[in-house]
């Protein structure tokens, strides 16, 4: 299979249609490059902010519910297109509001089947800005999604930072990590985790990231990335574990080929086997006693 990456610029959109023609424009373009699986960033979707207007979209509050306004008819587009693409895509993700879930907003990914199915994953943990000024909250639980790709998971962007919630889908192939990250350090702490978690769960990572400067937006105004692929640095993958990866900071699609049979091959006869050997922890990750030394 191959897996693509994106490297996403959000715009100022004039209409509907213009967010039509530039969504259908990358997936056709992904497609072009034989893609099987697409992947946009985290909050990506914000630029759906921009159709209600420039003081809307300035606004944090009137910004996350313009976007969640509009989630399901985006989710609408996304399905026409998996389906007439024959793709899983897994869209950006949106602040939406699900009463099920309490008042706040939560960071949705939607994951499209070929079928034109979808199926959502939550973000879990929340950064410093979406609790301490969006007020955005840790959504519903962790799904693995079994496909005809293979299992895949999904972690949003800081969650690929905590490794108990890449082993709760320690059957996941796959595990997508959506991003938006202001700097490079930013970029590069999502990065570190997405790798980890390949090396401990001896599986795929596939890292998308928004880029570029957005003029009318306070939470997304500045965004450093790239995307990339991962996976364990071990027998049949890259020594430095990387599949692919873009450019900083320049758009577009990376693409990295995968045959799945190497997840399972390097779980089986790795020359290390961190996933089988993970509960060997247990017992030994009590505080460490503090000695004396000197």
Same mark, same amino acid.
């Given at each position: 299979?191959?897996?693509?990456?994106?490297?996403?610029?959000?715009?100022?959109?004039?209409?509907?249609?213009?967010?039509?023609?530039?969504?259908?424009?990358?997936?056709?373009?992904?497609?072009?490059?034989? !893609?099987?699986?697409?992947?946009?960033?985290?909050?990506? !979707?914000?630029?759906?902010?921009?159709?209600?207007?420039?003081?809307?979209? +300035?606004?944090?509050?009137?910004?996350?519910?313009?976007?969640?306004?509009?989630?399901?008819?985006?989710?609408?587009?996304?399905?026409?297109?998996? +389906?007439?693409?024959?793709?899983?895509?897994?869209?950006?993700?949106?602040?939406?509001?699900?009463?099920?879930?309490?008042?706040?907003?939560?960071?949705?990914?939607?994951?499209?089947?070929?079928?034109?199915?979808?199926?959502?994953?939550?973000?879990?943990?929340?950064?410093?800005?979406?609790?301490?000024?969006?007020?955005?909250?840790?959504?519903?639980?962790?799904?693995?999604?079994?496909?005809?790709?293979?299992?895949?998971?999904?972690?949003?962007?800081?969650?690929?930072?905590?490794?108990?919630?890449?082993?709760?889908m320690m059957n996941a192939?796959?595990?997508?990590?959506?991003?938006?990250?202001?700097?490079?350090?930013?970029?590069? +702490?999502?990065?570190?985790?997405?790798?980890?978690?390949?090396?401990?769960?001896?599986?795929?990572?596939?890292?998308?990231?928004t880029v570029g400067d957005?003029?009318?937006?306070?939470?997304?105004?500045?965004?450093?990335?790239?995307?990339?692929?991962?996976?364990?640095?071990?027998?049949?993958?890259?020594?430095?574990?990387?599949?692919?990866?873009?450019?900083?900071?320049?758009?577009?699609?990376?693409?990295?080929?995968?045959?799945?049979? !190497?997840?399972?091959?390097? +779980?089986?006869?790795?020359?290390?086997?961190?996933?089988?050997?993970?509960?060997?922890?247990?017992?030994?990750?009590?505080?460490?006693?503090?000695?004396?030394?000197?």
């Open positions: 299979m191959k897996l693509a990456a994106a490297a996403y610029p959000m715009s100022f959109l004039e209409s509907w249609d213009a967010y039509v023609r530039k969504l259908t424009d990358w997936v056709e373009d992904g497609k072009a490059q034989g !893609a099987d699986l697409l992947v946009f960033p985290e909050y990506g !979707a914000m630029e759906l902010a921009t159709l209600a207007g420039r003081p809307t979209a +300035r606004d944090l509050q009137a910004s996350l519910q313009a976007v969640s306004d509009l989630v399901p008819k985006a989710d609408a587009l996304h399905a026409e297109l998996a +389906r007439k693409h024959g793709l899983h895509i897994l869209a950006a993700s949106a602040p939406v509001y699900d009463d099920t879930l309490g008042t706040l907003p939560v960071n949705r990914a939607r994951f499209f089947a070929p079928s034109g199915d979808m199926g959502v994953q939550d973000k879990q943990i929340m950064t410093r800005f979406e609790r301490e000024e969006w007020g955005v909250a840790g959504g519903g639980p962790l799904t693995v999604f079994d496909t005809s790709l293979g299992k895949i998971g999904i972690l949003i962007c800081y969650d690929s930072e905590y490794p108990l919630l890449a082993r709760a192939d796959l595990i997508l990590v959506p991003s938006c990250t202001e700097a490079e350090h930013g970029y590069h +702490r999502v990065r570190i985790g997405a790798m980890a978690r390949a090396l401990e769960q001896q599986c795929v990572t596939v890292m998308a990231s957005c003029d009318w937006s306070e939470a997304v105004d500045t965004n450093c990335g790239m995307g990339g692929i991962f996976g364990p640095p071990d027998t049949g993958f890259p020594a430095n574990g990387v599949l692919a990866e873009g450019v900083l900071n320049r758009p577009g699609w990376t693409i990295a080929e995968l045959d799945l049979d !190497a997840v399972a091959r390097v +779980r089986e006869d790795g020359v290390v086997l961190n996933r089988t050997h993970w509960d060997e922890q247990t017992g030994r990750d009590a505080p460490a006693a503090l000695r004396p030394f000197s």
